[in-house]
């Protein structure tokens, strides 16, 4: 038997583990610059998206096909559209608490959406629910605007 075989591999240097870890923290920490870069971006657009454009054929037809599913799934409601609660001008607090006026709170397509359903759905027999549908960290936050047409009680 040789000393070569008797003797364990070299481990690396305390300083070339160290090295390493650092290396895979930097590595992580661009990743995670570059995730939120793009997260970023996504919200920047759709807040240009919210704010600067109207709601166009395409959304209405998405809206059209939301609606027919619910419908042929015997379903009496169908959430249209969603948008964070930030962009209500009281943060969603009338939408939550069900004030009156909550709709004088409303912005952009949002705003353009309530309008539209006033002008056409509801003259249909439409109605329109808005509600927030969820509370991360406990606070409101995003918006669900729910289409109905449930039978009227008698």
């Known amino acids: 038997m040789t000393a070569s075989e008797t003797t364990p591999q070299s481990m690396a240097s305390a300083e070339e583990l160290r090295k390493q870890a650092l290396e895979l923290q930097l590595l992580e920490m661009e990743r995670e610059d570059k995730i939120r870069a793009r997260k970023a971006e996504k919200h920047a657009e759709f807040l240009e998206d919210f704010f600067q454009k109207h709601i166009g054929d395409a ?8 609606v027919m599913k619910a419908a042929a799934e015997g379903k009496y ?17 009338g ?60």
């Open 59 to 66: 959304e209405r037809a998405v809206i059209k096909r939301v």
């Open 77 to 93: 409601e169908a959430m249209i559209y969603s948008f964070p609660s930030s962009l209500c001008s009281d943060s969603g607090r």
């Open 95 to 154: 939408i939550n608490n069900n004030l009156p006026g909550w709709q004088n709170t409303l912005q952009g397509k949002a705003k353009e959406l309530y309008d539209l359903f006033q002008e056409r759905a509801k003259p249909q027999g439409y109605g329109l629910k808005a509600a927030i549908i969820n509370f991360p960290g406990g606070i409101p936050g995003d918006v669900g605007f729910f289409l109905t047409w449930e039978p009227p009680v008698t």
